[in-house]
């Protein structure tokens, strides 16, 4: 079996070769992850962007879900079976049935019942503060394993090891 002369890195873990190899060496370094995790991003941005179109009764389903009963405590027009909020559930599927779009169909139970009626977060404070925690917190990760990791990198050898190393070499009589 042949030794590898220390110093030196072999390509990737055992029986992994050519793109393998490369993907475990990138994968292997924090940029590799900070790749990753912008990419699968981007997939998200992406898909949130861009949804896929919904049938009829997926948009009048979701309009019911978000649009809180007038005369109820705190539940949607799909939840109640109050007055007020069948007359709202039938409104809804007449609107969308003439081709409104779901913001239309908001702003116009927003216009007769007041900005209370929706059940959904219309301040972007609520979609940012949590971004930002994560953002805070993976911050805080980095930080850490940076400095876990000893910020001379993997290959830093202290002068008091290598000191020690070789008086200890030298005491067994072996040399380099």
């Not at 079996?1 to 030196?8: K, V």
């Not at 912008?38 to 879900?65: Q, T």
């Not at 079976?81 to 599927?93: D, E, I, K």
């Not at 202290?158 to 005491?171: C, N, P, Q, T």
Request: with cysteine; proline share 6%.
């Amino acid at each position: 079996m042949a030794s590898i002369p220390l110093g030196r890195r072999t390509p990737g873990p055992a029986g992994l070769r050519g793109r393998a190899a490369g993907l475990h060496d990138v994968m292997a370094r924090p940029w590799g992850w900070a790749l990753l995790g912008a990419v699968l991003a981007g997939f998200l941005a992406y898909g949130s962007i861009h949804p896929v179109a919904k049938s009829r009764a997926a948009r009048i389903g979701y309009l019911e879900s978000v649009l809180k009963c007038p005369s109820c405590d705190g539940i949607s027009i799909a939840q109640s079976n109050g007055p007020q909020a069948a007359a709202l559930r039938a409104s809804v599927s007449r609107w969308v049935g003439e081709g409104w779009s779901d913001a239309r169909v908001e702003q116009a139970v927003v216009a007769r019942y007041g900005p209370a009626e929706l059940l959904r977060p219309t301040s972007p404070v609520v979609w940012i503060v949590p971004l930002a925690a994560l953002g805070v917190a993976a911050g805080a990760l980095a930080v850490v394993l940076v400095r876990r990791r000893g910020g001379g990198g993997a290959g830093a050898v202290a002068a008091e090891d290598e000191a020690l190393v070789a008086s200890a070499l030298g005491r067994d009589g072996r040399s380099g």
